[in-house]
């Protein structure tokens, strides 16, 4: 059902420009030359927050993290085998989808586990990156309370994950 | 943004110095490597994407969804520029459809619209990051796609607690950036 959403959208969007004597081919060349540029712009931050996180995992003090909040996460309600998946999804998105798979393969894709862990990933987002990203091409430096904001939200958000799987 | 990088690097290479410090140099390598990867990935998206967004602008589509977005947006980020505008209702909208990587050359687009030049974040801007960074999914295709082939028997059985998870955590987003408004608009009131 939901393969049908873009698809159709698209006829809708094209039809629609047709209808309006855009020049769709012409149209679509001028956007897509923006690309290029916007992502030689951005890659220099992608690259420095994802050096970042990669000497995280590697010295291993996402684990340590984990080790040490878990009690604090488990108060919460959320499970010490996700700490880790909760603690790294800000950060990165491939790297909180290939726990996510460990996480199914190892305690099986149907399991409380699981499913707490794929609800907390489609609720949340990789806060690191996406503001790195969106300010990359502003000036400004001081973000105030913009990062604890959506932390504390990530956090909720995996608590309320825990617990609708728990009564779904 | 470079305290939080600073303590994650200098905290990292301290802790591999004990472990293993050969491991330091390529790690790092290695991640710009992933980064460069990501970004050709991105280029594809992008362009793609971008083409659909001039259509959507040039056919006037773009001002009919920021005129139907218009009452929401005004009262989020409380700005008075129809061009910011769009972007922003085009940012929320490929947000919805889970189409987070379509959404950012908009919301990057808006980002530079809102900035006034001070260094600082604007309220709108804060406003902007956090419901991108909470964004509402209503379809985590990833999610499921994952589930799927880890053998689960309903793999989409998780798409109805994501949505209310997605929603409440949206709500708490925008309650609080509106809550630190008003804490930091009356701090600024007091110097």
Redesign the interface.
Known sequence: M?AY??PIL?IA??C??KH?K?N?YD??????K???P??ID??PY???????????R????TTLLANTLSPVFNLLGIPTELVELVLLRPFTG?GS?AL??DV??EY???SYI??CA??I?????T??Y??????????????????P??L???V??SC??CL??KI? | MNTIWFIMIVGSICFLLWSDPSLVLSSMIDAAGEAFTLCIELCAVYAVWLGILEIVEVSGLGQKLAKALHPLIKKLFKIDDPETEKMIALNMSANMLGLGNAATPMGIKAMKRLDDGSGVATPAMIMLIVLNATSIQLLPSTVIGLRASAGSTSPSDIIFPTIIATFCTCALGISLVKLCQKLFKKRGAKK
């Open positions: 939901s959403i873009i698209f969007l094209f629609y420009a309006k855009v769709t149209t679509f060349v001028k956007g897509a923006k690309a290029v916007l992502v951005i890659f992608i690259a420095t927050i994802m050096v970042a996180v990669a000497l995280l590697v010295s291993g003090i491939s989808y996510l798979n199914l393969l099986g894709a149907d699981s499913r794929c609800v990933l489609g609720c949340s987002e806060i690191f996406v503001t790195t990203v969106y300010i990359s091409q502003t000036k400004v430096k001081k973000l105030l309370y913009a990062i904001v959506a504390i939200c990530a909720f958000g309320i994950a609708l799987c779904m």
